[in-house]
């Protein structure tokens, strides 16, 4: 199940606070209500409740994906409650000493489940309370310590007198007036040292009409809250809160029951045209862009085709784009797919690049307001500009010097959407620079420097001083990564244009330049590629000769180091023929050499199927500069090697592990430098029954759409306007992925089906698994019986 809920924090100074902000979150399957808690913080940063709104899991369909207003509520103790009891009651005949025939009621408390922690503990006890107009017996559990699980397994006995009238010996048989008069009460509480008492944890009453057509009777209840007269309490008082919540429940089967639909969903990066696969298809019938991308791009990332899938999309929307200022600029199934995946793999590497920064920013609290219009008292502008500099040139540096951790994922992305826009306009040579730059810095770092609670940099949201701090960084970082001509022209402020000047130098745009080349790179070689190798980095460093020659001398030589994204050279001085060429496809591993194996530090291996070549840096950050960046280019060679010789082999063996064969695998594991890809907890099968749901909520659009390609197919004049928003560029073949859709997802709708009434067979009101109380259980038993009624 996922719920998404807008809006639920403070916002100061306003009456009327406006939040605007999306939380997704994984709820469990038995929850009773959706709450949302509304707090005042007060200057000295304490919180306070206001009120809370509460939706019942049953409502919520009513209210989904709708704007709607709810009414605050009152919070006290006795209506929070939470958990369930497990309940036994027998009734049986006795007659007493003095030959009055009498009943006795026995009750047995046998466990809860569920409980709350109040104030960190949990010491739960029950009472038991047989209650009717003219009595009330109550009788006390013991108190388990350090639980919100009891075991109790207590039984009460209760005498309960019958009329005079009463003369049936041989069953039992209650009267109306008893049956509406008696009930048992039990109420759970928490034992507390506190001086206020004990902490109400809920109730049940149960009427002793339930016994009318068994002597016995046995139940899971729901805990209730208790009716202590707050109802008297008008709600209207204290507000109201808007919400949008977005709630989903998915039944998910067992994987050979998708193998259809999932098939034809992962086959789409291969069809022709890909508007004509099932995954576009999902885009064009979905009424947002993102509802189709989540679990599209989840499912792709699971089974390890969302690079080629993506690449496919980005190459048709780059096709259909006249204008390349315009390139990925809407909120296309691409751009979403791409945002989608950049969220999902790149969290991590927001957190390495980002998070040091934010943090000194949010603690250190510089003031960086530069509009002269909002100068507090005794700031000053020129103090203001600088430090507001010195904070983007920071972000800007470890932004540009990043691109080693870039995940390799993403950057297989970027490579394939730089060849289709370089392709597409070949006379645009700054196209391959912003197809990338418009996700990487302003779908990704400028977002996340503009809300880092949103990208878990912070744990809250940031204080009114340090959100303007960081709105006039992400301004700046995003306008520095455009690279548009006119920069100073891309702000609407004058004040920021000012400001701006700073950064009007060459090497800021080279930066990026540089920053974007290796991102973007691929060790990957693409034979169709039309673009130049990217050059990466490039120094003299020392080789030792790697005795290619029988007889040649292994010395120690300075060469001209030179690294593309398809090749590792290097030559004797800058600008001359290659001596030596290594493939990026060849490199199996890049890793320190262990000083002992030359006595020279600062050297490092790359190891290539038949030998090893030995390098030395110039120093220490020079060596960790080539080693990432030659593992970031190599990483995802199949052949990459798990283990290696963290020294070399010198005089018949293995300085290491002393093997004298030189072909013996290494004896360390290979530190991998950067993760390769990304692990994800993923459900293939999940992200599959999202997409069925979504299929079967847009049937009527998929039905459309199959006429609108009917209707191209015979007829060849202007399009109709209801089709029109469609994207179809083949209509046979996304005909017949439409009808391959409609019967996989047919067939799966009858399973569903076929699941809710054998669910609806066995299930027993009253059990653990659907207590007593279990309201939206008592809507589905509802739902079923008019079904069932209906077939009938």
């Known amino acids: 199940m996922l719920a998404s809920d807008k809006a639920v924090d403070r916002e100061q100074f306003k009456e009327y606070p406006f939040y605007g902000e999306d939380f997704y979150c994984e709820i469990p399957r038995s929850f009773r209500h959706l709450s949302f808690y509304i707090f005042d913080r007060d200057v000295f940063r304490r919180d306070s409740i206001i009120g809370k709104v509460a939706i019942q899991k049953e409502d919520l369909q009513k209210y989904h994906n709708r704007d709607t207003w709810f009414q605050l509520q009152h919070v006290d103790a006795d209506s929070e409650v939470q958990g369930k009891v497990h309940l036994e009651m027998r009734l049986s005949e006795v007659i007493t000493d003095t030959g009055v025939i009498c009943h006795k009621l026995a009750t047995r408390v046998l466990e809860c489940q569920g409980l709350p922690i109040v104030n960190g503990q949990c010491d739960p006890y029950a009472t038991v309370t047989l209650a009717g107009p003219y009595r009330s017996e109550a009788k006390k559990t013991k108190v388990k310590k350090k639980t919100n699980n009891p075991h109790f397994d207590e039984v009460f006995y209760f005498e309960v007198t019958r009329p005079c009238s009463y003369s049936k010996k041989s069953h039992f048989d209650f009267e109306e007036e008893d049956v509406d008069k008696l009930e048992i009460r039990v109420d759970l509480w928490n034992a507390s040292n506190l001086k206020f008492g004990d902490e109400f944890l809920g109730e049940l009453r149960i009427p002793l009409k339930v016994l009318r057509q068994s002597s016995s009777y046995e139940a899971w209840y729901f805990l209730q809250p208790r009716d202590n007269g707050s ?3 008008k709600p209207g008082d204290l507000g109201s809160l808007r919400l949008n919540v977005v709630y989903t429940e998915d039944h998910v089967f067992s994987s050979d029951y998708y193998s259809p639909l999932r098939d034809l969903l992962l086959k ?3 069809v022709e045209p890909v508007s004509a696969s099932a995954a576009h298809i999902l885009g064009e019938v979905c009424r947002e862009k993102h509802e189709a991308a989540i679990p599209l791009v989840r499912l792709f990332l699971h089974y390890g085709k969302i690079v080629p899938f993506i690449s496919a999309i980005a190459n048709a929307e780059v096709k259909r784009t006249q204008d390349p200022n315009t390139i990925f600029r809407g909120n296309s199934l691409t751009s979403k797919c791409i945002d989608e995946t950049m969220k999902l793999a790149g969290m991590h590497y927001l957190q390495v690049t980002l998070k040091p920064i934010i943090e000194e920013i949010c603690q250190v609290h510089k003031p960086c307001e ?9 700031e000053n502008l020129e103090n203001n500009m600088e430090n507001l500099r010195q904070y983007v040139d920071r972000i800007f540096n470890v932004i540009t010097k990043s691109g080693v951790s870039c995940p390799t994922v993403m950057c297989d992305i970027f490579f394939s959407l730089r060849e289709s826009a370089a392709k597409r306009f070949q006379g645009d040579l700054d196209v391959r620079y912003t197809a990338v730059s418009s996700f990487i810095f302003l779908r990704f770092f400028a977002p996340a420097i503009l809300s880092p609670n949103l990208f878990q940099l912070t744990p809250h949201h940031t204080d009114p001083q340090t959100s303007r701090t960081l709105t006039l960084i992400s301004k700046t970082i995003q306008t520095l990564g455009s690279l548009s001509k006119s920069k100073s022209a891309s702000f609407k402020e004058s004040y920021m244009a000012t400001f701006y000047d700073f950064f009007n130098e060459q090497k800021y745009a080279d930066a990026v330049k540089n920053f974007l080349d290796l991102i973007s790179s691929s060790g990957r070689r693409d034979h169709k590629s039309i673009e130049q190798p990217i050059l990466l980095k490039e120094g003299f ?3 030792r000769a790697q005795g290619r020659k029988r007889f040649g001398m292994k010395n120690f030589k300075k060469r001209w180091f030179r690294l593309t994204n398809h090749e590792f050279t290097y030559q004797k001085s800058k600008g001359d023929q290659p ?4 493939p990026i496809e060849n490199i199996l591993a890049v890793e320190k050499l262990e000083e002992e194996s030359f006595k020279m530090k600062n050297m490092f291996q790359v190891i290539q199927p038949e030998r090893a070549l030995y390098i030395q840096a110039n120093n220490c950050v020079e060596a960790k500069d ?7 280019v190599s990483q995802c060679n199949k052949k990459r090697l798990t283990v290696y010789h963290p020294s070399a082999y010198l005089n018949g063996h293995w300085l290491c592990c002393k093997a004298t064969c030189d072909t013996t695998p ?6 991998g430098g ?9 459900d293939g099968d999940r992200e599959t029954e999202r997409i069925y749901s979504l299929f079967n909520l847009y049937m009527s659009k998929l039905e459309k759409m199959q006429e609108a390609c009917g209707s191209k197919s015979v007829y060849d004049g202007p399009e109709q306007e209801e089709y029109s928003t469609f994207i179809i560029d083949d209509p046979q073949e996304t005909y017949k992925t439409l009808k391959q859709i409609i019967a996989g997802v047919g067939a799966l709708e009858q399973e569903h089906a076929q699941y809710k009434r054998d669910k609806f067979k066995k299930t027993k009101y009253g059990s653990q698994e659907h207590p007593i109380g279990d309201k939206s259980f008592q809507s589905y038993i509802r739902q079923q019986s008019e079904i069932s009624a209906h077939s009938i």
């Not at 530069?370 to 005794?378: R, W």
């Not at 290494?666 to 530190?671: A, I, K, L, R």
């Open 541 to 543: 460093m020392i080789k």
């Open 626 to 632: 080539w080693i990432d960046i030659l593992t970031k």
């Open 579 to 582: 001596l030596y060429s290594i």
């Open 231 to 233: 109802k008297s309490l």
């Open 666 to 671: 290494g004896c360390t594991p290979c530190t």
């Open 268 to 270: 789409s990066a291969d």
């Open 370 to 378: 530069i509009d002269p219009v909002k100068l507090k008292d005794g």
């Open 674 to 682: 950067l993760p390769a890809n990304i692990q994800l907890d993923i």
